[in-house]
C-alpha cells in the first residue's frame, strides 16, 4: 500500500528556514511518473496547495510562497523537499504531501510553526 511520510517541521522565529521533507513507499506508488505537491493546512483554513512539480521537473508556487520556498525531487529516492526561506507567521500551518495525479491516503503531515 502506498505510505506518504513527511517530517523536517518546528518552531522558528519570523525570517527564519526549514527543510521538509516526504518520503514516498509502497509498490502501488509509481512516484516518478507522479506530478506531487506540498499542501498545508491552517486552522480554520482550507487545505491549499503551496508549491507542486511534475515528472520533469516543472515546478509551480502559490503566489503567497514565491520567491521564498522552493520544492524538489529525488526520482531514485522517491523523495521530495520543500525549503522555506523567510518564514513568515502566515505560514504556519500543518504540511502533507500527495499526489497532483491521484490522492493517496494522507499522511501525518508536519507541523511549520512561525513565531516569536
Known amino acids: 500500500q502506498a505510505q506518504l511520510v513527511e517530517s523536517g517541521g518546528g518552531l522558528v522565529q519570523p525570517g527564519g528556514s526549514l527543510r521538509l521533507s516526504c518520503a514516498a513507499s509502497g509498490s502501488t506508488f509509481q512516484f516518478r511518473r507522479m506530478t506531487m505537491g506540498w499542501y498545508r493546512q491552517a486552522p480554520g483554513k482550507q487545505r491549499e496547495l503551496v508549491a507542486s512539480i511534475t515528472d520533469t521537473g516543472s515546478t509551480n508556487y502559490h503566489e503567497s510562497v514565491k520567491g521564498r520556498f522552493s520544492i524538489s525531487r529525488d526520482n531514485g529516492e522517491s523523495t521530495m523537499n520543500l525549503q522555506m526561506n523567510s518564514l513568515k507567521s502566515d505560514d504556519t500551518a500543518v504540511y502533507y504531501c500527495?499526489?497532483?495525479?491521484?490522492?493517496?491516503?494522507w499522511g501525518r503531515g508536519t507541523q511549520v510553526t512561525v513565531s516569536s
Open positions: 500527495n499526489s497532483l495525479n491521484v490522492w493517496y491516503a
